[in-house]
Every structure is written in structure tokens, then in C-alpha cells.
């Protein structure tokens, strides 16, 4: 078996997932359980295609088939939980998968190249980790201060409205009498005033 570059691993098995969308549609309980039964059923198979490998191609097999799944599993529960946690912890799941995936490629080498193949997965390990928690640190951010909009617009759409209360409270005081009481009582109607 002959050892792929550590990018090409990475990128075979999806690290390129960092701008990848989870949508908050949450599944039904019979939906994810049988999207979970699939995924299990495919590790099966994949898991046992692997008896047809000597060594280490073998174990290469083994931890590529428990990456496949650990990743899908993890890639669903964010997609059902639709939060920015479930997808920072999917793409920690993903970071691990890969580095366990590279690092049994390693074995096949020996001395110094097996030292810095390790090491170039482990770097890949780490920086994927590190994007995952940038990534979430940035997407709360952007919830905040999308909150901290609303809550302003909020307060403008507030004041506005106060002063438009004061506007129609002004134009009553130009009339006298029972005119200015029904304008009175028709503005504060009509602002919520009481």
C-alpha cells in the first residue's frame, strides 16, 4: 500500500467542511434513528471489506472505515441539533477522525519520514481544531451582535414611537374641550397608552 500525501488524506476525507452549512432541521426521532442504523449498517460492511487486507493496509481500512462513521455520526447530530456547539463538536470529531486515519498511515513508514509523517498529521490535527473553535467563536459573535441589532432597532422602533406618541399628544392640545378629550383618549388608543 502506498502512503497518499497527508493533504490528500485530509482532503479525501473532508476537512474542507469548515464553511459547510448545518441547517436547524431537526429530524424526527424515527428519521435519525434510521440515518443512524444506515450509517452503523455502512461501517459494518466497510469494516468487514477490510478482511481482505494483510498488516497494515489492514488496520489503514479499520480506522478509515471507524473514521467514516464517527464523522457521518457526528455530521448528523449537528445537522439534527442545528447549533453552533454541535458543529464545532462535529468538526472536532472530524479533526480526531483524520489524524487517527493519517497517523495509521505513518506505520508504513519507517525512521524519519514515519517522525514527520506523524508530526504533518498531528499539525493537521491541530489546525483543524483550531478552525473549528475560530469558526464558533465567529458564529457567536455574529449571533451577538445580530442581537445586540435587534435590540437596537428595538430601541429605535421604541423611541420613534414615543415620539410620534408626542406629536399626536401635541396636535390634540390645539383643540379645547370635549375634542381635545376624544383626541386625547384616541391617541393614547392608538399608541397604547394608558
Excluded: H, W
Aim: hydrophobic letters at 35%; glycine letters at 4%; one cysteine or more.
Amino acid at each position: 500500500m502506498t502512503l497518499k500525501p497527508i493533504a490528500a488524506v485530509i482532503v479525501a476525507l473532508g476537512v474542507g467542511t469548515a464553511g459547510s452549512a448545518y441547517g436547524a432541521d431537526t429530524l424526527s426521532r424515527d428519521a435519525y434513528k434510521a440515518e443512524k442504523d444506515r450509517i452503523d449498517d455502512q461501517y459494518k460492511s466497510a469494516k468487514q471489506a477490510c478482511n481482505s487486507f494483510k498488516g497494515n493496509a489492514e488496520d489503514v481500512c479499520k480506522a478509515e472505515a471507524e473514521a467514516e462513521q464517527r464523522i457521518a455520526i457526528a455530521d448528523l447530530d449537528a445537522r439534527n441539533k442545528g447549533t453552533v456547539e454541535a458543529q464545532q463538536k462535529a468538526r472536532m470529531v472530524r479533526a480526531e477522525a483524520q489524524y487517527k486515519v493519517a497517523r495509521e498511515k505513518c506505520d508504513d513508514l519507517a525512521g524519519n519520514a514515519k517522525d514527520v509523517c506523524v508530526k504533518e498529521a498531528k499539525a493537521a490535527e491541530t489546525k483543524a481544531k483550531a478552525e473549528a473553535k475560530a469558526d464558533r467563536r465567529v458564529a457567536e459573535t455574529r449571533s451577538e451582535s445580530k442581537q445586540r441589532t435587534a435590540e437596537a432597532r428595538k430601541d429605535a422602533a421604541e423611541a420613534s414611537r414615543d415620539a410620534d406618541y408626542r406629536v399626536a399628544r401635541e396636535r390634540c392640545d390645539q383643540l379645547a374641550g370635549d375634542e381635545m378629550d376624544a383626541c386625547v383618549r384616541d391617541v393614547r388608543a392608538k399608541f397604547g397608552r394608558s
